[in-house]
C-alpha cells in the first residue's frame, strides 16, 4: 500500500463524487470509478480507461484502489478454501504482532455447494465477545476492519465470480463494527455497487442493544442470531453477551419485525454434546421463538486448542432436530466443511500470529 494514499474501494458513488469534485473533474467521474471499482474490479487506477490520463495521474496522486491479495491459504478435500488476508485497522490495534509491514490478518472462508458458493467474512481483528467455544474471542479485541478491508475480502477473493451468498460470520461481532457492515452492505446491494439482492447476505450476531436495532431499521439483509443455548444462566456461561443483551430481550426485539416473507431469521445453535442438546433444551427454544418465523441452524462442535468442551453427538443432534421440527421450528443440521484444514474461526490467523510472535521475539533477542 502507498504510504499516504486513501483508499477508494470501500467508497459509495456518492462519496466518490465528491472525491471528483474535489479535484477539480466532473461528478459523473465519480459514477466511472464506481463502475471500474464494484462491476470490473480493477487493482490500479491506470486501468480506468475512460477517465483521461490527466485525470488518472491527478487521482493516483492522492488515491489509490486499494485491493490486496490473500497471504496464504488453506483448501480442504471437499473445495472449502480458507484465506488469509491482510488487514488496516479503523482503530489502534495495540501491540498486535504483524508481518514486518505494520499488517495484521484476518480469515474468509470460501464454501463450495452444489449450486451454491457462500463466502464467510470477518469484521473484526479479533473480538471483544470472549464466546467460550470460539478461538477468535482468545486472541483479544486488536481492531476494527475497514469497510475497506471488509470488502477487500470479496473484492480480491480468486473465486469472486462464483459467489452466490455472503455471510457476515468470520472473525468480530458485525454489530460491534455496525457503521462498517452497513457501509459494505449498502455497496453490495446498490444499483451501482455490485446490485445484488439482500437477501443474498446474511448478517451475524450474539445481540447488542441497540445496535442490533439500528441494522434491523436499517438494512434489508437476513439476520442470524448466535444462541447456543435457551438457558439465560447457561448461554450466559457460554456467552458473557448474554448478561448485557439477553437471548430473552434479543428475540423481543426481533418480534417486532416481518420475517414471513422474503427477510430471513436464523438462529445459530453450536451443539456441546450432553451439554446443550436435550430435549429440555428443544422445549426451552420452543417456548422462546413462540410467534417468530424463523429456523434453527444446528452446528456440529469440533474440539479446538485449549477449549474444554465435548464434541458433538450425532444421535442427541437429529433427535434435536426432529423434536424441534416436530414442534413447529423449521431446523437443520449444516454440514461441516473443511474439517481437514484450519477449520475454526481463528486457527489460521492464530497460527500466522503465532509465527509473527516467534519471529519478533527472535528479532529483538
Known amino acids: 500500500m502507498a504510504e499516504g494514499k486513501k483508499v477508494l474501494m470501500g467508497m459509495t458513488t456518492a462519496e466518490l463524487k465528491e472525491v471528483a469534485k474535489s479535484l477539480g473533474m466532473p461528478a459523473f467521474t465519480g459514477g466511472q470509478i464506481a463502475q471500474w471499482l464494484y462491476a470490473k474490479h480493477v487493482t490500479s487506477i491506470d486501468e480506468m480507461t475512460n477517465i483521461s490520463q490527466r485525470n488518472r495521474a491527478l487521482l493516483s496522486e492522492h488515491y489509490e484502489v486499494g485491493a490486496m491479495a490473500p497471504i496464504d491459504c488453506q483448501r480442504s478435500h471437499d473445495g472449502t478454501v480458507k484465506y488469509l488476508f491482510p488487514v488496516r485497522c ?30 464467510c467474512v470477518s469484521c473484526q481483528v479479533g473480538c471483544k465477545m470472549n464466546c467460550l467455544f470460539c478461538q ?3 486472541q483479544g479485541f486488536e481492531g476494527n476492519l475497514t469497510a475497506a478491508d471488509i470488502l477487500n475480502q470479496i473484492y480480491a477473493l480468486p473465486e ?16 460491534d463494527n455496525l457503521d462498517a457492515i452497513l457501509r459494505v452492505t449498502q455497496i453490495l446491494t446498490s444499483p451501482d455497487g455490485y446490485a ?9 450476531s450474539v445481540g447488542i442493544r441497540k445496535k442490533l436495532k439500528r441494522f434491523l431499521d436499517e438494512s434489508q439483509c437476513h439476520v442470524a442470531i448466535s444462541m447456543h443455548s435457551p438457558l439465560p444462566e447457561q448461554r450466559a456461561q457460554l456467552m458473557p453477551a448474554e448478561r448485557a443483551m439477553s437471548i430473552v430481550e434479543v428475540v423481543s426485539l426481533l418480534k417486532q419485525y416481518d420475517f414471513t416473507h422474503q427477510r430471513r431469521c436464523s438462529f445459530e445453535y453450536i451443539c456441546f454434546g450432553g ?9 426451552e427454544i420452543i417456548k422462546l421463538v413462540e410467534g417468530l418465523e424463523c429456523r434453527v441452524n444446528l452446528i456440529r462442535f469440533h474440539p479446538i486448542p485449549n477449549v474444554d468442551l465435548p464434541a458433538a453427538d450425532e444421535q442427541r443432534m437429529e433427535q434435536m432436530r426432529d423434536y424441534l421440527t416436530r414442534h413447529g421450528v423449521f431446523a437443520t443440521i449444516r454440514a461441516s466443511r473443511g474439517q481437514d484444514i484450519f477449520a475454526a474461526c481463528g486457527l489460521l490467523s492464530t497460527a500466522k500470529k503465532s509465527v509473527n510472535d516467534t519471529t519478533l521475539n527472535q528479532n529483538l533477542k
Open 196 to 204: 445484488w439482492s439482500p437477501k443474498r447476505i446474511t448478517v451475524s
Open 90 to 119: 479503523s482503530e489502534s490495534c495495540g501491540t498486535a504482532a504483524t508481518d514486518g509491514d505494520g499488517c495484521r490478518f484476518v480469515e474468509t472462508v470460501f464454501i463450495p455447494e452444489a449450486d451454491r458458493a457462500t463466502l
Open 160 to 175: 469472486r465470480d462464483e459467489l452466490t451468498n455472503i455471510v457476515f460470520m468470520g472473525q468480530g461481532e458485525p454489530m
Open 136 to 138: 477468535t474471542g482468545k
Open 275 to 283: 451439554l446443550n442438546d436435550s430435549l429440555l433444551h428443544a422445549r
